[in-house]
C-alpha cells in the first residue's frame, strides 16, 4: 500500500490550496479514509473524515474552511483548503480513519504565512 499526497505549498493567510491524495493497493471507496496534519513539534491529529458510505466529519479547528471529497474513479481523496491560517502550517497526511492504519506517506507541507 503507497499513500501518496501533493499539493501543498506557501500561502498567505487567508488564502486557499487543494491537496491531493492517491493510493495504491488499496481502494478508498471500501475505507473510512481521512487527512490527518501534523505541526512541528506536535503531534498528528485527524482533522477530516470520509466515510465508505460518503458521510463527512470534521474537525473543530477546520470545520467550515475544509472539505474532504472522494473520487472513487481516480482513487483519489482531496482536501479543499479554504480561509487559511498560520495555525494550519503542518505536514499533511492522508490514511485510513479506524482500524490499522496503513504505512504513512511523506505527506504534503502546507505553510501559510501571515
Known amino acids: 500500500v503507497q499513500l501518496q499526497a501533493s499539493g501543498g505549498g506557501l500561502v498567505q493567510a487567508g488564502g486557499s490550496l487543494r491537496l491531493s491524495c492517491a493510493a495504491s493497493?488499496?481502494?478508498?471507496?471500501?475505507?473510512?479514509v481521512a487527512w490527518y496534519r501534523q505541526a512541528p513539534g506536535k503531534q498528528r491529529l485527524l482533522i477530516a473524515t470520509?466515510?465508505?458510505?460518503?458521510?463527512?466529519i470534521y474537525a473543530d479547528s477546520v470545520k467550515g474552511r475544509f472539505t474532504i471529497s472522494r473520487d472513487n474513479a481516480k482513487n483519489t481523496v482531496y482536501l479543499q483548503m479554504n480561509s487559511l491560517k498560520p495555525e494550519d502550517t503542518a505536514v499533511y497526511y492522508c490514511?485510513?480513519?479506524?482500524?490499522?492504519?496503513?504505512?504513512w506517506g511523506q505527506g504534503t507541507l502546507v505553510t501559510v504565512s501571515s
Open positions: 490514511n485510513r480513519a479506524s482500524g490499522s492504519l496503513y504505512p
Open positions: 493497493g488499496i481502494a478508498f471507496s471500501m475505507n473510512h
Open positions: 470520509i466515510t465508505r458510505e460518503g458521510s463527512l
